[in-house]
């Protein structure tokens, strides 16, 4: 079940997608210890890293627990890519750098002409991760898009071109940019790119269980999934989708108790890494994501999206789940 990109051995399929504000240290630990075979970290801006930006350079921070672990970098300027990656290779004890080609937000794709923008030239790919690449001795990854917009759907060109250049392996997130993150991703994309390199490729878009990675990963023959949103407040994700694909073990939910004690340690966590008023901010989001389908718990989850301190956090889930 296990597979490889470089020389580096992935213990499993499974992996944690790069995700701003969620996939930090806690949270690639709790995925970690909870079955993810390899973690991402969340996009850093080349130029942030090359101005030594506070904020830029903390989130580069990670522990041995998370290894193996692949810091993404983004932007569009091909000499800041290239010093932004020797910068994590030199300085980042991560196994793998990965390179943003995804990102569909305004401030990246449009205004920094980052992200998914790249997607609509695929020469200046092509010389980003050569460049790289080159330069660097951890294993280079990309993160794509199926395309721009429906009109444009370039996967397996570009794909071919990240080949060519050198990188170990390709993400494939099979929507376009124009797509957001809704309708249905066309996991046929997936299967045209896997067709058409040899190195690894890893499927990404609308896995969210054990039955929707095997199927991603039958359907496409794709060698590895990720998980993003279906990991929001559900690090259990990964050891439900490891005991299916093992012998199609469906594990049953979370009890309330666990619950409530990853919340709490999930809030802890984040607060000993950013402090308690950012810890407290970042589990606004994440308390209510842990609440998806419990019910009764409008309030609560109203509660922790405006809670001001971690006492306050835990009182009013104490409170919630020991009624
Ligand atoms: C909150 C959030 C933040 C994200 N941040 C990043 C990021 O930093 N880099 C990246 O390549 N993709 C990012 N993504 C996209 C995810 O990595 C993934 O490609 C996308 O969510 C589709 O997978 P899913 O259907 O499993 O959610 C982000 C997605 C979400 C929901």
Not at 10 to 27: D, H, Q, R, T
Not at 112 to 132: C, F, R, T
Request: charged share 25%.
């Amino acid at each position: 079940m296990s597979f490889k990109i470089k020389d580096l051995v992935i213990e499993n399929k499974i992996i944690l997608a790069p995700m701003a504000g969620v996939s930090n240290s806690p949270f690639r630990i709790l995925s970690r210890e909870y079955g993810a075979g390899l973690v991402f970290a969340e996009m850093v801006s080349d130029k942030g890293l090359l101005h030594s930006n506070e904020k830029t350079i903390k989130l580069l921070y990670m522990t041995e627990a998370e290894k193996p672990m692949a810091q993404q970098i983004f932007g569009s300027d091909l000499k800041s890519m290239v010093d932004a990656a020797v910068y994590i290779d030199q300085h980042s004890n991560a196994d793998i750098i990965d390179i943003n080609m995804g990102c569909p937000v305004p401030k990246v794709a449009i205004k920094a002409q980052a992200g998914a923008s790249l997607m609509k030239n695929p020469d200046l790919i092509y010389e980003i991760v050569y460049s790289i690449v080159k330069k660097v001795s951890k294993p280079v990854t990309v993160k794509i898009r199926s395309g721009w917009d429906s009109d444009t759907v370039n996967a397996v060109e570009v794909a071919k071109k990240i080949e060519q250049a050198g990188a170990s392996a390709i993400t494939v997130h099979a929507r376009t940019r124009a797509q957001g993150y809704a309708g249905f991703a066309d996991w046929d994309v997936i299967k045209a790119v896997k067709e058409s390199v040899s190195i690894p490729v890893i499927g990404n878009g609308d896995v969210v269980d054990g039955p929707s990675a095997k199927k991603m990963l039958d359907y496409t023959g794709c060698d590895a999934v990720m998980i993003g949103r279906g990991a929001l407040g559900n690090p259990w994700v990964f050891r439900e989708i490891d005991a299916y694909l093992k012998d199609g073990t469906i594990l049953d939910k979370p009890t309330l108790q666990e619950v409530k004690d990853m919340i709490i340690h999930h809030l802890e966590a984040l607060c000993d890494l950013k402090g308690e008023h950012i810890g407290v901010l970042e589990m606004r989001s994440h308390g209510p994501w842990y609440l998806k389908g419990i019910e009764h718990a409008s309030t609560l989850r109203k509660q922790l999206s405006q809670a001001k301190t971690k006492d306050e956090i835990i009182g009013y889930v104490n409170a919630f789940f020991d009624k």
